[in-house]
């Protein structure tokens, strides 16, 4: 048997895999999320893209194992449960068709499950967390739940006001033409990419 770390190193490379083979007008929600040039950096640099520091390991173990667990939920009680759907709507943003993608955690037939793992309880539920939750639920046309599990506690909000079409297009404007980079400051401590990028800001973070 292969040691932890190549299984977790085998999964990180599996995601890369996914993201080089993707088209000129694709974009992710999760980019939609973050500081755009991490977009770039990571088409450039996908062997900086390989975090199997514990942190990331353990949240990756939080997901799984909350997957599995609603499997057994759903199975329990007869209903249909996707783990890691890929989902996909098209947008026109200044007469351009861009294909906006997304990986949901979780999908019932009424709900659209997202997992967060965090270090820290307060101020959940984080603001870019259910922007991603509600993007799912506007391509999904479902009602979310958000999960989040910290060392002190485990806990959830729904959701049944998916974000309007304007705003994704809003977002995806802002993320291709690199409006704000960072998209938050404290990106630039946790990321691979930022010993080399002139963007890069220190200090106080805003999370």
């Known amino acids: ?20 083979h993707r088209l000129e007008n694709e974009i992710h929600v999760t ?32 997901h799984m194992g ?10 329990e009680r007869g209903l249909l449960v996707e783990i890691e759907r890929e989902i996909e709507k098209r947008f026109t943003v200044d007469g351009k068709e861009i294909i906006l993608k997304g990986r949901c955690d979780a999908v019932l037939p009424n709900t659209v499950i997202e997992i967060k793992s ?18 799912y639920m506007n391509i999904l046309s479902r009602k979310g739940m958000l999960i989040y599990i910290t060392p002190t506690r485990a ?4 959701y049944d006001d998916p974000l309007p079409d304007d705003e994704i297009i809003q977002m995806i404007r802002s993320s291709l033409s690199y409006e704000r980079t960072p ?11 930022s ?7 220190s200090g106080k973070t805003d999370r």
Not at 33 to 62: A, Q, S
């Open 1 to 20: 048997m292969d040691s932890i770390i190549d299984f977790f190193i085998h999964i990180k490379q599996t995601e890369m895999e996914l993201h080089k």
């Open 195 to 201: 010993m080399f990028c002139p963007k890069k800001q």
């Open 31 to 62: 980019e939609l999320l973050e500081c755009p040039l991490k977009r770039d950096f990571r088409n450039r640099y996908p062997f900086l893209v390989v975090p199997t520091i514990p942190l990331f390991m353990h949240g990756d173990l939080i």
């Open 155 to 158: 806990t959830e909000y729904f």
């Open 118 to 135: 965090s270090l820290s309880d307060m101020s959940l539920p984080y603001p870019h967390h259910e922007k991603q939750l509600r993007i």
């Open 66 to 75: 909350l997957q599995r667990v609603i499997e057994i939920y759903g199975k």
């Open 183 to 193: 998209l938050f400051s404290w990106e630039c401590e946790r990321c691979s990419f």
